[in-house]
């Protein structure tokens, strides 16, 4: 995560903002590294610390990619709404507000909204180069 954030950044330097939104993703990427290296039940506060960084500072950083990347406006959307959805989940988390989903529906509604995302965005890349490969080789010939 952290580094294709600096990798796909170099394809996206549009503005301050695609800079802040992709940093914000690699900052998630540590985290999530810290959250592995740190179970729960070893060092608690190395996990929450790295916890936070993909459930709240990636989520934001979702919101602002889909505000200042330019991309179709339902991929945009779709971005926007996947960070907003996540940090409201997060909201509902952090104040032990579980409902029918327990603790850990809830911190999977916080996480995978993003991870989501993540999979989605590689297919888009994905098809935006293969048509133009397509487009390229179609006119050396």
Do not use: D
Not at 37 to 53: C, D, K, R, Y
Not at 69 to 75: A, C, D, E, G, S
Not at 84 to 94: E, K, N, P, Q, T
Not at 106 to 117: F, G, K, L
Request: aromatic share 14%.
């Amino acid at each position: 995560m952290t580094l294709g954030s600096v990798l796909i950044y170099q394809e996206f330097k549009q503005n301050q903002r695609t800079f802040i939104g992709f940093s914000c993703m690699a900052l998630a990427g540590l985290g999530t590294i810290i959250v592995g290296l740190f179970p729960e039940n070893t060092v608690s506060q190395l996990h929450i610390l790295g916890a936070t960084l993909p459930f709240l500072i990636g989520n934001i950083g979702l919101v602002v990619l889909g505000l200042s990347l330019n991309i179709p406006r339902i991929f945009r959307y779709y971005t926007i709404l996947s960070g907003g959805v996540a940090l409201i989940a997060l909201a509902f988390f952090y104040t032990n507000h579980y409902g029918s989903l327990g603790i850990g529906g809830t911190e999977r509604v916080v996480a995978y909204p993003q991870t989501i995302w993540l999979i989605v965005f590689g297919i888009y890349l994905s098809k935006s180069r293969f048509k133009t490969l397509l487009n390229n080789f179609s006119s050396a010939t």
